[in-house]
């Protein structure tokens, strides 16, 4: 069974908002030694990932996957219009935006069909 560690995924979403500036690599560097296991740097997709053909996120984007792109997952938003996407290729110098959009990230809801357990 996957976990979704959602209270991680709360934790660095939140430095997010209030480090508009930096990375989630940068908080995994600092603030979660496991960070080798995570995938994409996401807890979402480290719960999620199935195969490279899918994935059953725990969280609800507002469609049935992360928006993000990439050709692993077939299903996704085109390039930047996804709001994970709009947080990435955002620049940095930008932080009122990428604070915004990293508190929305952080409370997305919880997937109702994931099937995994959530902590």
């Known amino acids: ?3 979704f ?3 991680a995924h709360k934790k660095m979403w939140d430095w997010l908002s209030n480090n508009p500036n930096a ?3 940068a908080y ?3 603030f979660d030694s496991s960070n080798a296991n995570i995938i994409n740097g996401c807890y979402a997709c480290s719960a999620g990932w199935i195969n490279h053909d899918s994935c059953a996120c725990p969280l609800l984007w507002g469609h049935d996957y992360c928006e993000w792109e990439d050709e692993n997952c077939p299903e996704i938003a ?3 219009e996804g709001l994970y ?3 990435c290729y955002l620049d940095p110098k930008y932080t009122t935006d ?3 959009i990293a508190r929305q990230i952080r409370d997305l809801p919880l997937n109702p ?3 995994g357990e959530v902590v």
Request: proline share 4%; hydrophobic share 30%.
């Open 1 to 3: 069974m996957k976990t």
């Open 85 to 87: 996407a709009r947080w």
């Open 23 to 25: 990375s989630k690599e």
């Open 113 to 115: 069909d994931f099937d």
């Open 5 to 7: 560690h959602h209270t």
């Open 98 to 100: 990428r604070a915004q």
């Open 28 to 30: 995994l560097r600092s």
């Open 78 to 80: 085109a390039p930047h």
